[in-house]
């Protein structure tokens, strides 16, 4: 039955946060149904996560995907992106790497960094396009100068092995270093472990233990087993 699409809309929020009343989850989804059955973008996208995590839902990924394209089809950019991982991946819908192609070009042109760096990856991995590491470097340059931690890792992993960009320990020590300050494991520990051999770097006990302890917070596994073995 129609109702007042905003008003539905607001009862799946207060259902879902518990804001004024009741929390109820399997609410929240009904609810957001209702709008996103009359094109409420926000409620389609809101609905698409929940069948896709199951909050409130039975899980079900080929629901999920329905509604994530329906809101990306009206410009909702997370949706956008989930739909071009969705296809990249054959979640919830049959695998068509030109269409995650299609997908991620769309974010990327709108500097949205996930996007950009997962046309990097398309590109780096030669999917539904040509490979090319120089336009993947384009993508995850800007993705990284937008501080995405996965872009910088793969910049500095460019930059150790020459791949499609001339050598340089310093800059590719300095993207992990950025990597690592905003929190991403992967970046710590291999930082850790260029300050406890001195490789690339002046070698540093105490900076190299800091950062191997802040990757092992994480639950960095590797970094937990070199901890246990000093």
């Given amino acids: 039955k129609a109702g ?12 879902a946060s518990g804001r004024g009343i009741a929390s109820n989850e399997a609410e929240a989804s009904a609810w957001y149904r209702k709008a996103a059955e009359q094109g409420h973008a926000e409620a389609q996208y809101n609905l ?11 899980r079900n990924d080929a629901q999920a995907f329905t ?9 909702i950019e997370p949706a956008q992106l989930q739909v ?15 269409e995650a192609l299609r997908w991620y070009q769309m974010v990327a ?5 996930m996007g950009q760096y997962l ?3 398309m590109y780096a991995e030669g999917r539904a396009v040509a490979r090319d590491e120089r336009q993947a470097l384009v993508w995850f340059r800007r993705a990284a100068d937008q501080n995405l931690a996965l872009a910088q890792l793969e910049l500095a992993d460019s930059y150790f092995n020459g791949r499609g960009v001339v050598m340089d320990e310093g800059k590719g020590v300095q993207l992990l ?6 929190g991403a494991a992967g970046a710590q520990l291999a930082l850790a472990n260029r300050y406890l051999s001195g490789r690339g770097v002046t070698r540093n006990e105490e900076t190299g233990l ?12 590797e970094a937990q087993y070199q901890l246990g073995a000093l």
């Fill in 109 to 113: 042109d709108k500097n949205v960094a």
């Fill in 210 to 221: 800091k950062w191997l302890r802040q990757a092992g917070d994480q639950g960095q596994v």
């Fill in 84 to 98: 071009g991982r969705m296809y990249a991946e054959g979640q919830g819908t049959a695998r068509n790497d030109s």
């Fill in 119 to 121: 046309l990097g990856r």
């Fill in 48 to 58: 698409a996560v929940r069948y896709l995590s199951g909050r409130g839902v039975e």
């Fill in 67 to 75: 509604w994530f394209r329906r809101a990306a089809e009206q410009g």
């Fill in 4 to 15: 007042n699409v905003h008003a539905q809309f607001a009862l799946g929020g207060m259902f």
């Fill in 177 to 182: 270093e950025q990597a690592a300050a905003g």
